[in-house]
């Protein structure tokens, strides 16, 4: 027996104007656009972690949670923003030591190497991590640790 749930999605258009006439000009209708995003998603996220898996190790992903902490509250559509976002938080961090810049300096270089849909996954599933966190209808949800959650591209 299939169970049909409905699941109610709202998209922000005005955070990415691309993304709105992106669902204006492409579909009968920007809910339809969203409704196919949606559905295909996960399926595309799946396929770049899993090609993601043993790129990064854990130190690393540990550092890029560490510099982005702060900034991580939207994914970047954009792998080169995502290295400039990077690169911009790490002059913010004073306190980084000479073996957290080279390791910084590689992790600019694995993601450098990623495809685009690569880089823009892992900046999503960073946010993702960060989200477990937060307040959301006055309830905090349970973090996951970070080494468990990152078990999935060790």
Known sequence: MI???????????FKSPIIYEYYENLFRTRN??????????PVLREEAL??????????EIEL???ILNSSIDR???SKEIFIQKFKEMMKVHTSLTPEDKEMARLIVEKIGKMNF??????SEWLCTYQSYSETYKGQK?????????????L
């Open 3 to 13: 169970y049909h749930e409905k699941i109610n999605i709202t998209v922000k258009f």
């Open 32 to 41: 339809y656009g969203a409704e196919r995003a949606a559905e295909i998603y």
């Open 50 to 59: 899993n090609s993601l898996k043993g790129v990064l190790t854990f130190e």
């Open 64 to 66: 890029l949670m560490k």
């Open 75 to 77: 994914f970047e559509l």
């Open 117 to 122: 849909y690569e880089a823009v996954v892992l």
């Open 141 to 153: 949800k349970h973090k996951i640790s970070l080494i468990k959650y990152a078990e999935r591209l």
